[in-house]
């Protein structure tokens, strides 16, 4: 059976506006996985009990600990509804402070919790900021997955929201990603915490085409005084410690993360719900790698025990 890491469902009685009928049904989305062969979904929140509605992002970043705790709980009662069928992963704000990051530190000692979820970028941010030093701290400490997720609003969302809210959601996100994981890598970050398990989305977005535009990118531009030691790294090779999931039906993307990172980096990841539609095309399009093989990954990355 697969294992799906990247699915979204709200805990009873917490009804965002415009959220999609999907997300309240969570036995609809269980019988619809089982009869594709998926076993397992870990779920969460990008946005905690906000919403991912255009023009809600700032929104999302003003809940405190207290009620990002409260959502991440309900999580976790849903998960304990259908113990066979679901695990969560912790939402917090990554810039959020201390208290944020202890309440989720607490509910990884829950065994409905296997991972942690936070955007790629925060109020026009990316993680490559020295605020978010305190969270890979944690991350690195806990050693438990983080699923680097787009929110509500991603970088230039302005520039392109008068095209309709579907550019924001399947190009803006697939962007943020793209941009926000590239200047993470290029940060450093993977470096300073070796142990560090980071997953992004959304197939990784463009990530696969970019190793050798990376390394242009921070390689030293001759009569530039070099700050610092000389760099010992190359951000191409440290990207492919990324792990990719496969949300972005798109089988030539596929094939380069396949090519790029390698199938021990590939986990199985549907974004679904909500998008439910999607399933059997993207159960149809990863037919093309052995279901054991990413069933495996995915156990030993989130140590749920599953052998290929």
């Not at 999907?22 to 019988?31: F, K, S, T, V």
Request: hydrophobic share 45%; aromatic share 4%.
């Amino acid at each position: 059976m697969l294992i799906d890491v990247h699915g979204h469902l709200a805990p009873p009685g917490e009804r965002r506006s415009g959220g999609p009928p999907g997300l309240h049904d969570p036995e609809a989305m269980i019988e619809a996985k089982l009869a594709l062969g998926i076993g397992l979904t870990i779920i969460g929140s990008p946005v905690g009990a906000g919403s991912m509605l255009p023009g809600t992002g700032a929104a999302n970043y003003r809940q405190d600990a207290a009620t990002v705790r409260g959502h991440n709980e309900a999580l976790a009662e849903l998960a304990r509804r259908h113990p066979a069928h679901l695990r969560c992963y912790a939402y917090l704000d990554p810039f959020g402070g201390e208290a944020m990051l202890r309440q989720a530190a607490d509910l990884l000692a829950e065994p409905e919790f296997v991972g942690l979820i936070v955007n790629t970028s925060v109020e026009g941010r990316f993680l490559s900021s020295p605020g978010a030093d305190d969270f890979f701290a944690l991350a690195a400490e806990t050693g438990v997955p983080v699923l680097l997720h787009p929110p509500a609003e991603p970088v230039g969302t302005e520039a392109i929201l008068d095209l309709g809210p579907g550019l924001v959601e399947h190009l803006g996100r697939l962007n943020d990603v793209t941009m926000g994981v590239a200047a993470l890598v290029c940060s450093g970050r993977l470096e300073r915490h070796p142990g560090l398990q980071l997953i992004a989305p959304g197939g990784g977005g463009a990530l696969a085409l970019l190793p050798e535009k990376l390394d242009l990118a921070m390689a030293p531009r001759p009569g530039r005084r070099q700050d610092g030691p000389a760099r010992r790294w190359r951000p191409g090779d440290s990207m492919r410690r990324l792990f990719v999931d496969t949300s972005c039906p798109n089988a030539a993307q596929l094939r380069a993360n396949l090519e790029v990172f390698g199938p021990g980096q590939l986990l199985f990841g549907t974004d679904a719900p909500p998008l439910m539609s999607e399933l059997a095309r993207m159960v149809e399009l990863v037919s093309a790698v052995e279901e054991g093989v990413l069933a495996a990954n995915a156990g030993r990355v989130f140590g749920l025990g599953v052998r290929a």
